[in-house]
């Protein structure tokens, strides 16, 4: 091997290395700060990270090793195709999941064509966009439930405060009925 064939292997070493660090350090900010701090719920942030992570690195050696981009997409397709062998997953968390999964494949490929700008870019409209429809700015989001209660009685209209004081005291959160007229 000739200090030409080393410094190629080097730079494609140093710019997969360094483009998973970009990758995984975008897949943090997401999921430590913008989705763990809404819903607390640490059941998807090791999915999250790890796809993100062997997505990245899959897709990486698609592109230094003359495959095609296509062969990645097929893979992300494979991974998106998961999604319905597996246990019900809520749609917030598969929003999450999809771009966890969007955002090596993006990267990957951005990071091969060598345009900086565009990568940075890219990856910081994804955060913020993430960022301010998390805090709901301009948006007001409701989780509902649905629920089989059994008090028959309660759930004429004339009773609907003692309904929704019932709901509340059995539930501790504060519960509304949407009119369905």
């Known amino acids: 091997m000739d200090s030409c064939e080393v410094m190629t292997m080097f730079n494609g070493l140093s710019e997969l290395v360094l483009g998973a660090a970009l990758n995984l350090a975008v897949a943090l900010v997401i999921v430590r700060f913008i989705y763990y701090p809404v819903t607390q719920d640490k059941r998807y942030v090791f999915t999250f990270l790890a796809f993100s992570t062997i997505i990245y690195f899959v897709l990486g050696l698609f ?3 003359d495959m095609s981009v296509g062969v990645g997409f097929g893979l992300f397709a494979i991974f998106s195709v998961l999604r319905y062998r597996t246990d019900e997953m809520p749609i917030r968390e598969m929003t999450y999941l999809f771009i966890i999964i969007a955002l090596p494949v993006l990267n990957s490929i951005l990071v091969s064509s060598g345009d ?3 990568l940075l870019v890219a990856n910081g409209i994804t955060v913020a966009l993430l960022y301010v429809l998390e805090r709901e700015w301009g948006f007001h989001f409701e989780a509902s ?3 089989t209660y059994e008090k028959i009685d309660l759930i004429a209209p004339a ?3 003692q309904l929704l004081t ?3 005291e059995r539930t501790g959160l504060l519960v509304k009925i949407d009119d369905l007229e």
């Open 63 to 65: 592109t230094n090793t």
């Open 116 to 118: 900086l700008a565009q």
């Open 145 to 147: 439930t649905k629920i």
């Open 159 to 161: 009773n609907r405060e």
């Open 166 to 168: 019932d709901l509340r």
